[in-house]
């Protein structure tokens, strides 16, 4: 018996094989709300598991294949979606690939998704989320509308994902890791930045370049890539395929006359489209300013006018974990970003020096995966110290086992001089924010440190509120 590939008119019922995860939950709920029977396994609950079985997803939480419900043990008819991290003897992965069933990776079910409609898909080592989510938000506030793949939880809508029954458009993030964003076939595409990353899987730096070269050429004819100037990577388009350049200061699409002043950033955006003058960004952050640039681009090319974009950047509210404020007066600041790369840092640490030119500003900083400390350890080290004060916790290690002599203490050694140093246990943050004293402080990683952020906040509140 062959494993036949199904179409979505085929799909009665979908399994998720790890359906906790961000980026599945978003699949997840766009099968929910087209009626579909939606299942799966996850090895802990969570506040995301737990608003899912709200919506109509059944989930168990172990690894039984008895728990599989009856209606998605039909291969003609149920599809399986597996994220990367569930190992590939899980018990529930071998039955249904032991037994035909159409097994994808989430990626895969996106790239479904990608033929179906217009993919407008934002790809980068870093700045894919939140360009993704401002891009998803212009448009669905416009009369154009969109569903949304999103790798965060919008703040406007308190969801990473969104659905429309009537647009043709469909935002999605797409992931350099394990090579997924291959499988897409998008309309028109950003690429923000391509700074080495996930080396151990691609190897090279070279191999990863080339990862994003060749998804250059997925792009459909009459589609457009939107690229960051100055990138290294070299693009390899489709005859037809439209390239626009975008910056800060520079490019096809930029910013010009920026004003960042009493906590309010504004600037005209310059286009080959249509100028607008005055843009204000209702999620005042400096790197949002060339985010916003990208998605505005992305969003003008496919129909928006002049009052969509700058009312769409003027509520855009922003995304949770990526540059999030939590407290926000004159006595403290506190804030919670994902940026885990060191190019990501670096542009975090630059938008807090902008905006906090003369507070002293503490990070802790919980480093994610043994192999990223190992290649970037030093660039770990000069991106966090543009900060005064760096509190390192031992590595997060996701998927990983730990790797001899791989430690936080690489990234301390190597930190620049004059800058406040610290090196203490996950376990004992709390009691650390305690007892010291703050002016602006940044919870930094991707790691599961941000899981103590509320009772961070609620310490800084009884202290300084």
């Not at 129909?303 to 974009?309: S, V």
């Amino acid at each position: 018996m062959q494993t036949v590939k199904m179409t979505i008119k085929d799909i009665k019922a979908v399994y998720f094989v790890g359906a906790g995860g961000i980026g599945m939950s978003a699949i997840a709920r766009y099968f929910l709300g087209r009626g579909m029977v939606v299942a799966g396994y996850d090895k802990t609950p969570s506040a995301l598991t737990t608003q899912l079985e709200k919506e109509g997803m059944l989930i168990h939480y172990e690894e039984n294949v008895d728990e599989i419900p009856h209606v998605c043990r039909r291969p003609e008819s149920t599809l399986v979606v597996y994220t990367p991290a569930i190992p590939q003897e899980h018990r529930e992965l071998v039955y249904f690939r032991e037994n035909h069933f159409d097994v994808e990776k989430r990626a895969q079910v996106l790239g479904m998704l990608t033929q179906m409609h217009k993919g407008l898909c934002v790809a980068g080592t870093h700045g894919k989320t939140s360009t993704s989510a401002m891009c998803a938000h212009i448009m669905h506030q416009s009369h154009l509308n969109c569903n949304a793949f999103l790798g965060g939880i919008s703040k406007n809508y308190g969801t990473n994902y969104m659905l429309s029954e009537k647009s043709d458009f469909v935002v999605i993030e797409a992931d350099e890791f394990d090579r997924s964003f291959h499988w897409l076939r998008p309309w028109m595409t950003i690429i923000t930045s391509t700074d080495p990353d996930h080396l151990d899987i691609y190897g090279t730096k070279e191999a990863y370049l080339e990862s994003f070269r060749h998804y250059t050429t997925l792009i459909q004819p009459d589609g457009a890539l939107i690229i960051r100037k100055g990138l290294e990577m070299k693009a390899n388009v489709q005859e037809g395929v439209r390239v626009y350049e975008y910056g800060l200061d520079e490019g096809d699409f930029h910013a010009e006359n920026i004003k960042i002043e009493n906590g309010e950033i504004r600037f005209d955006f310059i286009s080959p489209v249509k100028s607008i003058r005055d843009v204000r960004l209702g999620h005042p952050v400096p790197i949002n300013i060339e985010n916003g640039v990208a998605a505005m681009a992305m969003a003008q090319l496919n129909g928006c006018d002049e009052e969509e974009l700058k009312y769409g950047m003027q509520t855009y509210h922003g995304v949770d974990r990526r540059f999030d404020f939590k407290i926000k007066n004159d006595k403290i600041v506190f804030l919670s970003d994902y940026a885990h790369h060191p190019q990501e840092i670096y542009q975090s640490a630059k938008s807090i020096r902008q905006l906090y030119r003369d507070k002293k500003v503490t990070v802790i900083f919980q480093p994610h995966l043994y192999t990223r400390t190992r290649d970037f350890y030093k660039d770990f080290a000069s991106s966090l110290s543009l900060l005064d004060r760096v509190v390192l916790t031992e590595i997060y290690p996701a998927r990983e086992l730990p790797l001899p002599g791989i430690t936080s203490q690489l990234i301390y050694d190597n930190l620049k001089e004059g800058v406040e140093k610290e090196l203490i246990r996950k376990a004992d943050v709390l009691q650390f924010v305690a007892d010291n004293d703050f002016e602006v402080l940044v919870v930094l990683g991707a790691g599961d440190l941000d899981n103590q952020v509320p009772a961070m906040e609620q310490i800084l509140k009884e202290k300084y509120i």
